[in-house]
C-alpha cells in the first residue's frame, strides 16, 4: 500500500537514448511533481501537474516531457540522454496546490546513471 | 539563486542531547515552512512545518522556530534520538494562492545522532 511509487528504482542507460520513469500515487491527491536531486544534493522542481495540467514548467531542457495520463500517474520521458542528467528524480504528489500548508509525499527516487 | 540555505551540511550529537539544525531564507515572500527527513535511498518524508504568523510549532520531540525578522528557522529535536540519523532538509512556499504548490529547498543537513 505504497502511497507514491516510482519504477525503476535504478535506471543505468548510455548516452543518447530515451528512457522514461513512471509514477504512480494512491492518496487521491490532485497535484503530481517531479524533482531532480543533482549530484550537489539540491532539490529542485522541474514539473508540476494539477488534474493532468501542466501548471509548474522550470527552465528544463525539451529532452524532458511529462505525461500525465490521469491525475494518479505522471510520468517523466527523456530523450536524448545526456551524462549531465545523471541524477535521482524524485515523484511528489500533495493534496491541493491552493490548499495552505502544502505537504507534499515523496516517492522513493529513481537513480538515473548516463553512461 | 539558493533562496533556501542550510549552511552545516552535517551535524553530529550525542543520543539524549538537543539537536540544533538551521536554515536561512533570502525570499521575503515565503510564508509557509517545512521540514522534511530523508533516510538514504528513500524519498524524504515531511516532519513539521509553521506557518509565518507563529514564531513555534511543536510535535513531539520535534519544535520549529521561526524568525521572520531574522529570516532564519530552526529545527529542535529533543531528545535526540539514533533513530533520527537523516538528512533534513528545510523547505519553504508561498502559503496560499497561485505559488503555494511550489516548494524550493535547501540543501540539507546530515544529522547524525551518536549512541
Known amino acids: 500500500d505504497t502511497a507514491v511509487s516510482q519504477t525503476p528504482k535504478y535506471l543505468v542507460t548510455q548516452m543518447g537514448n530515451d528512457k522514461s520513469i513512471k509514477c504512480e500515487q494512491n492518496l487521491g491527491h490532485d497535484t503530481m511533481y517531479w524533482y531532480k536531486q543533482d549530484s550537489k544534493k539540491f532539490l529542485k522542481i522541474m514539473f508540476s501537474?494539477?488534474?493532468?495540467?501542466?501548471?509548474i514548467n522550470e527552465t528544463v531542457p525539451n529532452r524532458f516531457s511529462p505525461k500525465s495520463p490521469d491525475k494518479a500517474h505522471l510520468n517523466l520521458h527523456i530523450n536524448s540522454l545526456e551524462l549531465g542528467d545523471s541524477a535521482v528524480y524524485f515523484c511528489?504528489?500533495?493534496?491541493?496546490?491552493?490548499?495552505?500548508?502544502?505537504?507534499?509525499?515523496f516517492g522513493p527516487g529513481t537513480r538515473l546513471t548516463v553512461t | 539563486d539558493q533562496q533556501v540555505k542550510q549552511n552545516s551540511p552535517s551535524l553530529s550529537v550525542q543520543e539524549g542531547r538537543i539537536s540544533i539544525l538551521n536554515c536561512d531564507y533570502t525570499n521575503s515572500m515565503f510564508d509557509y515552512f517545512l521540514w522534511y527527513k530523508k533516510y538514504p535511498a528513500e524519498g524524504p518524508t515531511f516532519l513539521i512545518s509553521?506557518?509565518?504568523?507563529?514564531d513555534k510549532n511543536e510535535d513531539g520531540r520535534f519544535t520549529v522556530f521561526l524568525n521572520k525578522s531574522a529570516k532564519h528557522l530552526s529545527l529542535h529535536i529533543v531528545p535526540s534520538q539514533p533513530g533520527d540519523s537523516a538528512v533534513y532538509f528545510c523547505a519553504a512556499s508561498v502559503g496560499s494562492g497561485a505559488g503555494s504548490y511550489q516548494l524550493t529547498f535547501g540543501k540539507g543537513t546530515k544529522l547524525s545522532v551518536i549512541p
Open positions: 501537474y494539477n488534474n493532468k495540467e501542466l501548471i
Open positions: 511528489a504528489s500533495s493534496q491541493d496546490r491552493l490548499v495552505r500548508g502544502n505537504e507534499q509525499y
Open positions: 509553521i506557518s509565518s504568523i507563529k
